[in-house]
């Protein structure tokens, strides 16, 4: 399963209808103490993570999986505005494969999650 953490839910949701569109099982979490959550409780291979979000941003959101041995499993992508070099560089610190910028170009982003999710 695919889940996309993105507080923009317009976003998320459209997203969501894509990929499952392109027949994959995805789900989304609007926070991102709301997709730890989930990513505890489902089997999730891939998360498509905001890295600017209110309560939590992407950043604790990939260490926090990185750190748990349950999770350290999950492909993660950075979806963000941020997209400078520095960006990009500090989201694979944080954890993160690989960093999509916003608008989300859909061709790149499905050949990265068919190189995981398929």
Not at 3 to 17: F, G, K, P
Not at 24 to 51: H, M, P, W
Not at 59 to 68: H, L, P, Q, W
């Amino acid at each position: 399963m695919i889940l996309i953490i993105d507080d923009n839910r317009d976003l998320a949701n459209l997203l969501c209808e894509y990929l499952s569109l392109q027949d994959y099982v995805a789900t989304v979490a609007y926070s991102g103490k709301q997709g730890l959550a989930i990513a505890q409780e489902q089997e999730v291979r891939v998360i498509l993570c905001d890295i600017a979000m209110a309560d939590m941003d992407g950043y604790e959101v990939a260490r926090r999986i990185k750190s748990d041995v349950q999770l350290e499993h999950i492909h993660l992508i950075a979806v963000s505005g941020f997209s400078s070099p520095e960006d990009v560089q500090r989201s694979l610190q944080a954890g993160f494969e690989r960093h999509l910028a916003k608008p989300v170009d859909l061709v790149e982003m499905k050949k990265m999650l068919d190189s995981y999710a398929r």
